[in-house]
């Protein structure tokens, strides 16, 4: 069945648009992959989702029309955005961060056992529990702000380039954890990623944007298979 | 006791005192900073208003005091909440050059509104404390000046809780931290603000009522103690609210202590006092005392 669905979305940035007519659509369970060069308009299809941008076109969400709903809104139908540079909370403790994914919940012995679980998936929050955010590394950064997303238990989470700036064993690690949530919860994704192998160790099939169109689409396999993507993004 | 000490600790209370004024509206001062960025220069007019609606409730329509003060903070809090909806919002996001060119404007229309339905002759305003002394061995201090730092004590304590144990707290902290990213977690960010400005408002009211029998209620009388929140506001760091409430209170003694012991100073240059020690104190520190430095991190 599908969860969401795009149909011909065009998102800008006051008059500049930057996508410009991109459709695709992610199953339950699933997990789509959007690749691309910097600039492609890769972050933009994400924030047109959560109505941080000008939107055109259709974006449906599990059946409802979510075109130009408000981020809170979209949060509050089950989807949960990573966005890009991690937003996560400076001023507040790990566990206050957590606290606020969990907002729209009101189940208080779900929320701390959901804390407990997000502590498991990340152990390394579990010493820095009362840090605030803003003393954490950025990989440890990347991982409370995924955690953050979880505490909403959404259906499907919005990750924006959750590799950006950290060290290669860092970004495993981090991409070792959305595996096991992937795994382990089955909840679906779109995962926006320039690190193109990270990508595909998460995602069924992905759409590949070029300057705010789409360029390539495709299973994991039949994209792997294409000398294009091998040459642009997986280093010949 | 030495009668000299005795006065010393009756001017230090005094200057407490004097502080937790200023201190009310400069936490309402912070409040607002933390939330949306922008220095609101019309808080001082928005407390004004509200302290007349308190005088016109008891004065003119003879209820207790209690209950006065009571509407006048309900009405604060919803003057606060309707400002930022109406006015401030479309300049949130914008220049905060801009927006505090605003509030400069509303302070002026809000002081012009309260003149318009009061006049400017200044009204007497019951005090909660009455004139009672009391004698703390051999120490005679106001009621007045006691219940006015306990009332801003209680205050604080009031504001620690919600921030730290209720979930509005969280949330609005949440917002004033990063309002986009708490967006993304399903907050209301611009309810959350409004509420904001409403809490900052009534903070304001607080000051108002606690000064009112003291100088009177008129359009300008809280012109100066604006000025001394602002001062006691940026000493402590424009975003930390205890700073904001050590600031005040040094600011306070500093000021009562100065007009007593240093002769040439007296009370009219008193309020000098507190400024220059201020200036000192930014340069040295241009963070404020409480407040952050702000790192920029590539």
Request: glycine content about 12%.
């Amino acid at each position: 069945m599908t969860l969401l669905e795009l149909e011909d979305v065009t998102a800008s940035y006051g008059h500049a648009e930057v996508v410009h007519g991109i459709s695709f659509r992610v199953g339950e369970n699933d997990a789509a992959g959007i690749l691309g060069a910097n600039g492609a308009g890769k972050t933009t299809t994400l924030r047109a989702i959560s109505g941080m941008v000008t939107t055109g076109g259709k974006i449906t969400f599990d059946g409802t029309d979510i075109t130009g709903f408000r981020p809170d809104k979209v949060a509050a139908l089950g989807i949960a955005h990573v966005p890009e540079g991690r937003g996560t909370l400076g001023d507040l403790s790990v566990r206050d961060n957590l606290r606020v994914g969990a907002y729209l919940r009101g189940d208080r012995a779900g929320v701390a056992e959901d804390i407990e679980l997000c502590l498991d998936l990340f152990p390394n929050l579990r010493q820095r529990i009362s840090s605030n955010a803003s003393a954490l590394s950025g990989g440890e950064q990347q991982m409370l702000a995924i955690a953050r997303a979880i505490m909403a238990r959404p259906r499907l989470i919005l990750l924006d380039e959750a590799s950006l700036g950290l060290a290669p064993s860092t970004a495993q690690n981090v991409y070792r954890a959305i595996r096991r949530l992937r795994s382990e919860q089955g909840v679906a994704m779109v995962v926006v990623e320039q690190n193109a192998m990270l990508a595909f160790s998460v995602v069924d099939h992905a759409i590949v944007l070029d300057t705010g169109s789409t360029s390539l689409t495709g299973s994991r396999d039949d994209l792997l298979g294409m000398d294009e993507v091998r040459r642009a993004y997986l280093g010949g | 006791m030495d009668r000299e000490i005795t006065y010393f600790i009756q001017l230090v209370i005094e200057g407490l005192s004097t502080g937790s004024i200023y201190a009310a509206l400069a936490l309402a001062i912070v409040l607002v900073n933390r939330a949306t960025g922008i220095i609101n220069f019309a808080q001082g007019g928005m407390a004004v208003l509200s302290t007349f609606v308190a005088y016109a409730l008891v004065v003119r329509l003879n209820l207790p005091l209690g209950v006065a003060i009571l509407g006048a903070v309900v009405f604060a809090f919803v003057l606060g909440a309707a400002i930022e909806r109406v006015i401030v919002r479309p300049f949130e996001r914008g220049d905060p050059d801009t927006a505090v060119v605003v509030t400069i404007g509303l302070f002026v229309l809000i002081g012009g509104i309260a003149a318009f339905f009061f006049g400017y002759e200044p009204r007497q305003f019951p005090s909660f404390f009455g004139t009672i002394t009391i004698n703390l061995g051999g120490v005679f201090v106001s009621l007045r000046s006691l219940g006015t730092i306990v009332v801003l004590v209680v205050v604080v304590g009031l504001l620690q809780l919600l921030f730290r144990g209720t979930k509005l707290g969280l949330a609005m902290r949440a917002v004033a931290d990063n309002p986009q990213s708490a967006s993304l977690s399903g907050l209301p960010v611009s309810r959350l603000l409004m509420i904001g400005w409403g809490l900052a408002s009534v903070l304001g009211v607080v000051a108002g009522v606690l000064v009112a029998p003291q100088l009177f209620v008129s359009p300008g009388m809280l012109d100066f103690v604006l000025v001394y929140a602002l001062a006691a506001a940026i000493l402590g760091g424009l975003d930390s609210p205890l700073g904001a409430v050590v600031a005040a209170w040094f600011i306070g003694v500093v000021e009562n202590l100065a007009g007593a012991y240093i002769d040439f100073i007296g009370n009219d240059l008193k309020i000098a006092v507190p400024f220059l020690v201020m200036i000192i104190i930014l340069i040295v520190r241009p963070q404020g005392l409480f407040g952050r430095k702000v790192v920029v991190r590539v």
